[in-house]
């Protein structure tokens, strides 16, 4: 029976086949929509915490200033000092190492070619702290550490714009007018997670950038690795209590410098992200609704169409149950048929976009049955009202219409 009454349904939408595609689009744009949303804000969330991830492991970074963004340094913060990384290395619980950094930026001229780039003074453990690998090359010895070598390591941006296909390491560069060897290339990074070029730097031992490039021994940023399975709030507390210490601020009085921890930014900036992505999938679900409408309303005017067939079944034997079954699987049909194009539309445009916004593709088997699911129930749903009106039909009545 079932068999019989699927088949007069796929006959009905056979029959009027434009009318019929013009009744799912609402349900195809609207699956498309909210998957494809999901797709890309997933894609969007594990980019987001692989770049904060790439900035390095159990890492805290300190700065001066009383808050994190734009203008939180503030002219009255002071900056650190060399020693201020060696104390805490030394004397904080749960450390792995800590890393001091100095930052400028400056034309660099080699090969012919110039290019402005960030310059980065790091002490030894600058490298182990923020997670860097060299792709050619070697790390800095101790020696050059202490002496302020005439060094650099540069990144993969800064080998292509200066070298090309040309191999870097055992070059020299000119950084602003200081001669120096390339003795590594970085290993590429690629895209920070506030859109910075994490590969457009040139690393320089940290007494290097101090003595020839800048000119003063400021430290602006402090970075620590902590030890796996580290209490990361007791290895705030203990760096907050050796700093206040060492740059003098009195009881009662605000720290003039903020320690961020980045497993908890990745954590915020992925909720925010997640929040948007339900946000975003939550408006083109209205979309749905929208398409459910259309089959309701479509399969009204084919319930007024069809009075005479209605009738006729009626007259002849046919149960209100199998006329009823008979819409609402056609109501069901359209809508799970809009449901599967909806999905093809929306994985071709979540690859697309994906590219596009050069984040990972995430393919999620839950939100795509899940939206076929709901397709299907919009079917049920909104042509319930026609099927029920079409098995309520007055046999006789419905013979007379014309």
């Not at 390095?56 to 020693?83: D, M, W």
């Not at 859109?195 to 402090?222: A, E, K, S």
């Not at 749905?288 to 319930?303: A, P, R």
């Not at 539309?345 to 994906?354: D, M, N, Q, R, W």
């Amino acid at each position: 029976m079932w068999l019989n009454t699927l088949v007069l349904a796929l006959r009905s939408i056979r029959r009027n086949l434009m009318r019929s595609f013009l009744t799912v689009l609402g349900v195809v744009i609207g699956v498309a929509a909210v998957v494809t949303m999901v797709t890309v804000g997933n894609g969007a969330t594990l980019a987001i915490q692989q770049q904060i991830a790439s900035l390095g492991t159990n890492l805290l970074q300190v700065r001066p200033g009383q808050r994190l963004g734009p203008g939180g340094f503030g002219f009255g913060a002071p900056s650190f000092k060399l020693t201020d990384a060696q104390v805490i290395a030394a004397q904080t619980p749960g450390v792995l190492a800590v890393a001091a950094e100095a930052r400028s930026s400056g034309t660099v001229v080699a090969n012919g070619r110039n290019w402005t780039s960030s310059l980065i003074g790091g002490s030894p453990d600058w490298m182990l702290t923020n997670n860097w690998t060299l792709a050619d090359g070697r790390p800095f010895s101790d020696d050059e550490y202490r002496i302020g070598a005439a060094v650099c390591i540069i990144g993969e941006t800064v080998r292509r714009e200066l070298y090309g296909p040309n191999p870097a390491v055992g070059d020299t560069l000119r950084v602003r007018q200081i001669p120096c060897e390339v003795v590594g290339v970085l290993a590429p990074k690629g895209q920070g997670a506030f859109g910075q070029d994490q590969d457009d730097v040139v690393l320089m031992p940290i007494n290097t950038l101090h003595r020839r490039v800048v000119g003063h021994t400021r430290v602006f940023t402090l970075h620590v690795s902590m030890l796996d399975g580290a209490d990361a709030q007791a290895v705030k507390a203990g760096i907050r209590e050796i700093l206040r210490e060492r740059r003098g601020i009195p009881e009662g009085e605000e720290d003039n410098f903020n320690i961020l921890d980045t497993q908890q930014l990745a954590e915020t900036m992925s909720g925010t992200t997640r929040v948007m992505t339900m946000l975003l999938g939550a408006v083109a679900a209205v979309s749905l609704l929208v398409g459910g409408i259309g089959i309701m309303n479509i399969m009204l005017v084919s319930v007024t169409e069809r009075t005479r067939e209605i009738g006729l079944r009626l007259a002849i034997g046919a149960l209100e149950r199998e006329v009823m079954g008979q819409f609402l699987i056609e109501a069901v049909v359209l809508a799970a048929l809009g449901g599967v194009a909806g999905l093809a539309l929306a994985l071709g445009a979540s690859v697309v976009i994906s590219r596009a916004m050069s984040v990972p593709f995430v393919f999620d088997p839950a939100i795509n049955l899940v939206a076929f699911a709901f397709s299907a129930a919009i079917g049920v749903v909104f042509g319930y009202v026609p099927a029920r009106r079409a098995a309520r039909l007055d046999p006789i009545e419905a013979l007379r219409h014309e």
